[in-house]
């Protein structure tokens, strides 16, 4: 398992971690098989959605606070339950295939750390599965 590093620099924000992971795949050496990305926190998850248009994400952004407010009267006594439960919704794992030594990703797909409780600096496990 190896890990890389994100730093955030909002509240709520979603950062594209496509480059860095695929640097991170091409010093592996592995031509074929399956990529975990695992997040190891509880108000934090990653996604794949488009990163061609930032405003796909703002509008993720806007709708999550929007379903999710800051504050209801939660009863979890930190004062970040809202992160918790989008860390759920999102999910703190993704798998991408690999093949030809790169990232199988649509045209207008791009992987996302999702930050619910920034800013803060972050990690994201990556396991490879040679196949
Ligand atoms: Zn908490």
Do not use: C
């Not at 695992?38 to 998850?45: E, K, L, S």
């Amino acid at each position: 398992m190896d890990t890389i590093t994100v730093r955030t620099n909002s509240r709520v924000e979603f950062v594209e971690i496509s480059g860095p992971v695929r640097k991170w795949l091409k010093g592996q050496g592995v031509e074929s098989g399956v990529l975990t990305l695992y997040v190891p926190h509880t108000t934090a998850g990653i996604t794949i959605n488009e990163h061609a248009d930032p405003d796909v994400v703002r509008d993720l952004t806007m709708e999550l606070n929007k379903v999710i407010p800051f504050d209801d009267n939660y009863r979890h006594l930190e004062g970040n339950a809202a992160a918790h439960i989008k860390s759920s919704l999102i999910g703190a794992s993704t798998q991408v295939i690999v093949a030809g030594g790169d990232l199988v990703l649509g045209t207008w797909q791009g992987i996302f750390f999702a930050e619910f409780d920034g800013p803060r600096t972050r990690k994201v496990h990556l396991q490879l599965t040679s196949a």
